[in-house]
DNA sequence: TCTGGGGTCCTAGGACCC
DNA sequence: TCTGGGGTCCTAGGACCC
């Protein structure tokens, strides 16, 4: 808490969907749902258009469908997002050295640790000229939320949306909060809220008045009491930067249940094999190993084995997760598996070598092999029977499961709908569909104009996937576009995960 | 309507140690 | 010989957030 409203926090307004309709103009004032667009996909986040329709983050998409039928649905395209995220917090970074990022579209900051306000007018207009600085460098707006706190800055800022600014003077906090819902605090979601409204508890003014006992015997210790200081608008967390990740971890939703005991087996190794990866990429290494599974009802589980030592060896992990798959009794079937990895170390399996080493310790009895990335098993994984969406059927082809390495790539594999490409004669334009050995291709790019369509064979040596282009076309001395760089093997890998999920590749936009 | 993927934090019981 | 309490680690599950 503090007496001048100089905790800001940003929030970017339907961010996964802003972008996409920045990079594609056609789309612009049209609803966009973008998530997973296999049939057990939901909805990352929708756009202001498609939320008139009823749909929003996290609901189904075969909902999303029913209630906006004409919206277009696109498949995440991480590696844009994280590159417009990263001139965001580059402008965040200006206005003070204590940022603190929650995801790709939020953050908050202490704009009086950075000498960037000391007051109500000086945070106020450093709010403002933040947004107009995003707008001007990604063509993208956000939403900022300004009090002498963090949770009254986030509220603030849900507040602002879209497009706008809410400020919050310290001294205002608790007639402000007190008719709100008990869901606006944070860490109050459906159980929680539930459990204080069999309470008789609905506002945050009842809250403050059941006193802090009531809340401690009714919820926990830790959430009680903290809760109960929220409700009365006290809140002192500090803005931190950099935070170490206590854990990683990778799962998949298969679009069909998996029943054979040996492709669960496979599915384990593959994404122990990916958590692994991940794990490396990020310099760490764990001893805690945490199998996931879902199974046909939704009933979830998870089993964890704590190693010896910390590893970031695939081997060692595969095998731990596959000793703890022979606990769960998987009849039924196996909607969802994950693998992942806590009790972070901050070394390297070679690291720990160079120390053995240097200790002429005998324990250097576990090689670790490189592995490298194993070529993933058939992309096709589940698609192909009994998928939902007629599209995806039709376009599965017949039998499924050719050679991975055969130069037969289906196109909609090659070209996910919703990225971007480059024709020699065209120009740059985006997939807006493929399927059956074609690519429709829509020539536009961010700053033009609305575009036409074209389709091609997918093998046209003319046409070649690119990088997503700048959202707003780069200015002398402005901020570099992070996407322009080598992309890092873990970042491209993820893009074409997500378009393989999408599966069917149908992301269709009205002309 | 039929439920993603990546995380964080908390609770609670049992083992084990002092 | 019997009994007590506290601290830490491990495991499983649940709530919550974006």
Redesign the pocket.
């Known amino acids: 808490m503090r007496s001048a409203p100089t905790i800001l926090h940003l929030d970017m307004d339907a961010f996964f969907a802003a972008a996409e309709q920045a990079a594609k103009p056609s789309l612009r004032g049209k609803p966009v749902v973008v998530g997973?667009l296999g049939?057990?996909?939901?909805v990352?986040t929708a756009s202001y258009e498609a939320r008139r329709f009823g749909v929003h983050?996290?609901m189904?998409m075969?909902?999303a469908r029913?209630l906006a039928p004409n919206a277009a649905y696109l498949v995440p395209r991480f590696s844009l997002y994280r590159a417009v995220s990263e001139q965001v917090m580059e402008l965040l970074s200006r206005l003070s050295p204590l940022v603190e990022p929650?995801?790709l579209?939020?953050a908050f900051v202490d704009l009086e640790a950075g000498g960037s306000a000391d007051d109500t007018a000086s945070a106020l207009a450093a709010g403002e000229r933040l947004r107009a600085d995003i707008r001007a460098v990604t063509g993208l707006s956000g939403s900022v939320g300004l009090a002498g706190s963090k949770m009254l800055a986030?509220i603030g800022s849900e507040q602002a949306k879209p497009d706008g600014l809410v400020l919050i003077e310290p001294g205002t906090e608790r007639a402000l909060l007190g008719p709100m819902s008990v869901r606006t605090l944070?860490?109050?979601?459906?159980?929680?809220?539930d459990h204080l409204r069999r309470a008789g508890m609905t506002t945050v003014a009842d809250l403050a008045e059941a006193g802090e006992d009531e809340l401690v015997r009714l919820l926990?210790?830790?959430?009680g009491a903290s809760l109960y200081r929220m409700a009365l608008g006290l809140d002192d967390r500090a803005v931190v930067s950099e935070r170490d990740?206590?854990?990683?971890?990778?799962?998949?939703?298969f679009d069909v249940d998996l029943h054979d005991r040996v492709r669960v087996r496979t599915e384990v190794d593959r994404l122990a094999d990916r958590c692994v990866e991940?794990l490396r990429a990020a310099g760490r290494s764990g001893?805690?190993v945490v199998l996931k599974v879902r199974r046909y009802d939704?009933s979830?589980?998870?089993?964890?084995?704590?190693l010896r030592g910390p590893t970031d060896d695939p081997g060692v992990v595969r095998e731990a997760a596959g000793r703890l798959l022979e606990s769960v009794d998987t009849t039924g079937g196996v909607?969802?598996l994950?693998v992942?990895v806590t009790?972070l170390a901050d070394f390297t399996q070679e690291d720990l070598f160079a120390q053995a080493a240097a200790d002429e310790s005998a324990a250097a009895s576990h090689a670790s092999a490189d592995e490298g990335a194993r070529e993933p098993v058939s992309a096709e994984r589940a698609v192909g029977e009994g998928a939902a969406d007629s599209s995806a059927a039709a376009w599965a082809g017949s039998g499924g499961g050719g050679p991975v390495e055969a130069p037969e790539v289906p196109a909609e594999r090659r070209f996910p709908a919703g990225h971007d490409v480059r024709h020699r004669e065209f120009g740059a334009g985006w997939v807006q569909g493929s399927g059956l050995r074609r690519v429709t291709v829509r020539f536009e790019e961010p700053g033009s104009a609305p575009g036409r369509v074209r389709t091609f064979w997918a093998d046209d040596p003319d046409l070649e996937l690119s990088e997503p282009l700048p959202l707003v076309p780069a200015v002398a001395g402005q901020s570099s576009w992070p996407a322009s760089r080598p992309k890092s093997r873990s970042e491209s890998r993820s893009d074409s995960e997500a378009g393989r999920?999408g599966g069917s590749g149908s992301g269709r936009a009205r002309p």
């Open positions: 997973g049939p057990r996909g939901v990352s983050s996290a189904p075969a909902q029913r929650l995801s579209d939020e986030k944070p860490g109050v979601g459906p159980a929680t809220g926990g210790r830790a959430h990740a206590k854990s990683v971890s990778v799962e998949d939703t991940r001893r805690t939704f979830t589980l998870t089993r964890s084995e704590t909607r969802l994950g992942g009790g999920s």
